[in-house]
C-alpha cells in the first residue's frame, strides 16, 4: 500500500536516473549493456504505474514488449544486421508508449478531484514523459531525414550512433519542451524546424493548463473542509 501511494515518486526517480544515464552518448556511467537494461526497467515502470485500465494495459503492453524486444534484439542479432530498421521500430514504440502514458496521466489529473503530493508528482512524471516522446519522434525523423538537425562544434556527442543520436535529441526535446532552449544543437531542416517550435508551445500549455486544475482542486479540497460541519 505504501509503494502505491508513492507510485509517482518511484517513476519520477526512474525517469530522472535514466535521463542521467542516456546524457552519455557512449554510456560512460553505466556499460551499454546495463544501461539499455535500466532503460528497459523505467519503461516497464511506465506500463506498470501509468496504465490501469485494461485496454490502456493492452496497448502499454504491446508498445512496450516491441520495444523491449526491438532493443535486446541489437544484442543478440550479428553486427553485420542492418540496425536502422531495429532503431525504427524501437522508437516508433517508445513514441507510442510514451506519448500514450503522457496522455493517461494528463486524464488522470482532470478526472482527480482529491490532490495529493504524489498527484503533482504524476504530473511531472507526464511531462518528463511527453519530452521523452517528442525526442523519440525527432529521432525518426532524424533517421528518415539525416541531418534534420546540426550539433555544434566541440559538444561532447553527435548523431551517427544510436545512443549519441539519443543523447543529443533528449537534449534538444527538454530544452524546447521547458523554453530554455539551446544553440549546441539545433534543427535545420524541415519537419525538424517546425515541430521543435510545436513541442515549445505544447510545453507551454502543459504547464498552464496542469498547474490551473491541481491548484482548482486544491481550492475545491480547502472550501469542501471548510464547508463540512
Known sequence: MTLRSHKYAILLASIVGVALVESFSHRLLLRPVASDLAVLTTELLVFLIVFDRRVNRLVGFIAFATAAASALAHYALPPTYPQVPLQLIYHSALLLLLGFATIVILRNIFQQ???????????????????GAWSNLFILIEIFVPGSYRVGEGFGAGLDSWHG???????????????VGSGA???VRPPATMLT?????????????????????????ALQRNNSP
Open 197 to 221: 517550435a510545436l513541442e515549445a508551445v505544447f510545453g507551454q500549455f502543459y504547464i498552464a493548463i496542469v498547474v490551473a486544475q491541481l491548484v482548482g482542486a486544491r481550492l475545491s479540497q
Open 113 to 131: 478531484h482529491v490532490v495529493r503530493s504524489d498527484d503533482v508528482l504524476g504530473a511531472v512524471c507526464g511531462y518528463l514523459l511527453a519530452a
Open 165 to 179: 543520436r539519443t543523447a543529443m535529441l533528449n537534449y534538444v526535446s527538454l530544452g524546447s519542451l521547458t523554453g
Open 185 to 187: 544543437v539545433v534543427p
